[in-house]
Antibody, heavy 123, light 107 residues
Framework: QVQLQESGPGLVKPSQTLSLTCSVAGDSIGNGGYYWSWLRQHPGKGLEWIGYVSYRGTTYYNPSLKSRLTMSVDTSENHFSLALTFVTAADTALYYC???????????????WGQGVLVTVSS | DIQMTQSPSSVSASVGDRVTITCRASQDISRWVAWYQQKPGKAPQLLIYAASNVQTGVSSRFIGTGAGTDFTLTITYLEPEDFATYYCQQASTFPPAFGGGTKVESK
C-alpha cells in the first residue's frame, strides 16, 4: 500500500516562503513511472494542481504559480518537496501531495494522496 | 488550457436513489477523465479513470461513461457512505484541471 505524508509549518508569514515535504512509503520514487505532484484546496473550494516533479528532477508547474514555485526530489530519502515564495493570504489552503500517472496522455490522474496539511498565511 | 465544467454543484438525494453527475470538457479529451470522491476532512479518493474504469477496491455502484467532451458519473444505488463531494478531472494534458465539484447531500 502506497502512503504519502505531508510535513511542514502550518503557519507562514506573508512574503515568506512556504516549504513542504512529502514522504513516500510503499513505493520507491526512484523506480520512475510516476510524477509526484502537489495540489491544494482553498477552504471550502475545489482542487487546484500546483505542479509535479519526476524521479529525475524534471518539473512542470501550473503557469499561474510558476514564477514562485520550486519543486525538488530526493530519491535516497524517498521524498519530494515544494517551496512557494512570497506567499500571501491567497495561498492559505490545504496542501496535498499525490502520486500521478506518467505513462502517457490519459494517465495523468492521481491514485494515491497524502492526508493534507493546512497552511495558513498570516502575520 | 482545458477547463472542466461540472454540474450540478449540489444534489439532494436519498439512500437508494440513482444519482447522475455530469462534466463537460472545453475541448475533446477522448476518454481521459477521472472521477474522485472527497469526504469532509479527507483527501480525494480516485473512483474512476479513463472515463469508465473502476479503480481497484471501489464499489461497482459507481459507473463512468462518456467520451470526447461529455462525461457522466452515475451512482446506481446511493448508500449512506456515498454522501460526499465528487470531482471530475481531465487527465489528457497538462495542466490537469478539475471540475468545480458536486456535493451529494441527504434529502
Amino acid at each position: 500500500q502506497v502512503q504519502l505524508q505531508e510535513s511542514g509549518p502550518g503557519l507562514v508569514k506573508p512574503s515568506q516562503t512556504l516549504s513542504l515535504t512529502c514522504s513516500v512509503a510503499g513505493d520507491s520514487i526512484g523506480n520512475g513511472g510516476y510524477y509526484w505532484s502537489w495540489l491544494r484546496q482553498h477552504p471550502g473550494k475545489g482542487l487546484e494542481w500546483i505542479g509535479y516533479v519526476s524521479y529525475r528532477g524534471t518539473t512542470y508547474y501550473n503557469p499561474s504559480l510558476k514564477s514562485r514555485l520550486t519543486m525538488s526530489v530526493d530519491t535516497s530519502e524517498n521524498h519530494f518537496s515544494l517551496a512557494l515564495t512570497f506567499v500571501t493570504a491567497a495561498d492559505t489552503a490545504l496542501y496535498y501531495c499525490a502520486r500521478q500517472g506518467a505513462a502517457a496522455p490519459g494517465t495523468y490522474y492521481f491514485d494515491y494522496w497524502g492526508q493534507g496539511v493546512l497552511v495558513t498565511v498570516s502575520s | 488550457d482545458i477547463q472542466m465544467t461540472q454540474s450540478p454543484s449540489s444534489v439532494s438525494a436519498s439512500v437508494g436513489d440513482r444519482v447522475t453527475i455530469t462534466c463537460r470538457a472545453s475541448q475533446d479529451i477522448s476518454r481521459w477523465v477521472a472521477w474522485y470522491q472527497q469526504k469532509p476532512g479527507k483527501a480525494p479518493q480516485l473512483l474512476i479513470y479513463a472515463a469508465s474504469n473502476v479503480q481497484t477496491g471501489v464499489s461497482s455502484r459507481f459507473i463512468g461513461t462518456g467520451a470526447g467532451t461529455d462525461f457522466t458519473l452515475t451512482i446506481t444505488y446511493l448508500e449512506p457512505e456515498d454522501f460526499a463531494t465528487y470531482y471530475c478531472q481531465q487527465a489528457s494534458t497538462f495542466p490537469p484541471a478539475f471540475g468545480g465539484g458536486t456535493k451529494v447531500e441527504s434529502k
